[in-house]
């Protein structure tokens, strides 16, 4: 486990990342899931990039917190395949390859589009109204440019979608996969903002067709949605 105060061997790069704004003084219980949060939104602005080892102590600074929330909430990235532990060293953003990145791809769209297929067929149109508010939240944060704040819609999105199934193991998985093809955005290939809302705009166009019960159409924005050709990340 990382314990951040050892020094770097030579081979080891650890970066220390630049300024950034204090956290709020949480309490103590709630520390470690707003550096979590915290560091999901700079992996997903790209402000942590893939290959760079990063040292506990230099996150907590960052951060204006202790050491100990920054190693706890790194170990959960770690589960979520977001980083890896480096002995004594620190967290090294994970890389993936395009292969990588296609696998997540299909496995996101072998589990995603079925479910949404048979929600379209189950679920009342009315329904889908109210997840309108989770795709305007993505189309908001695109227009701004803000990537950490689309990944959280776009991740919010999702998970709605998939909790209407009722399956909360298939919403956990899913859920997982889209982190793990996030993060990888971070030091690759970034969306610009005219991308970031034409994969916003999927969103709305999915619960248009899904109100309308237009199940081919729902099928194929489902598929060219999760496709990974249209998510470099």
């Known amino acids: 486990m990382e314990q951040g105060t050892a ?3 030579p081979e080891a790069r650890v970066r220390a990342p630049g300024p950034g704004p204090l956290l709020p003084r949480p309490r103590r219980h709630s520390v470690r899931g707003q550096v979590l ?13 893939p290959g760079e080892v990063y040292s506990a102590p230099a996150l907590a600074e960052r951060y204006g917190v202790s050491a100990t929330p920054v190693r706890e909430a790194m170990q959960q990235l770690a589960t979520e395949g977001a980083v890896e532990v480096v002995p004594n060293r620190g967290f090294r953003v994970s890389e993936r390859s395009s292969r990588d990145l296609a696998e997540l791809a299909e496995v996101r769209t072998m589990l995603e589009v079925p479910a949404i297929l048979r929600l379209a067929r189950a679920v009342p149109p009315e329904r889908w109204e109210k997840l ?44 997982d996969l889209l982190r793990r093809a996030q993060w990888s955005a971070g030091g690759g290939a970034r969306l610009r903002t005219a991308e970031l809302l034409a994969d916003a705009s999927e969103h709305t166009a999915l619960l248009d067709a899904l109100i309308a019960q237009e199940y081919a159409v729902i099928e194929r924005i489902a598929r060219e949605h999760l496709s990974a050709a249209r998510h470099p990340h």
């Open 37 to 49: 949060d915290a560091l999901r939104q700079a992996l997903a602005a790209g402000e942590l990039l």
């Open 132 to 175: 309108r508010p989770l795709a305007e939240d993505g189309v908001a944060a695109a227009a701004r440019g803000d990537r950490a704040g689309y990944a959280d819609a776009d991740h919010a999105f999702h998970q709605g979608l998939m909790a209407l199934t009722g399956n909360r193991r298939l919403t956990q998985v899913t859920g």
């Open 7 to 9: 020094e770097p061997q």
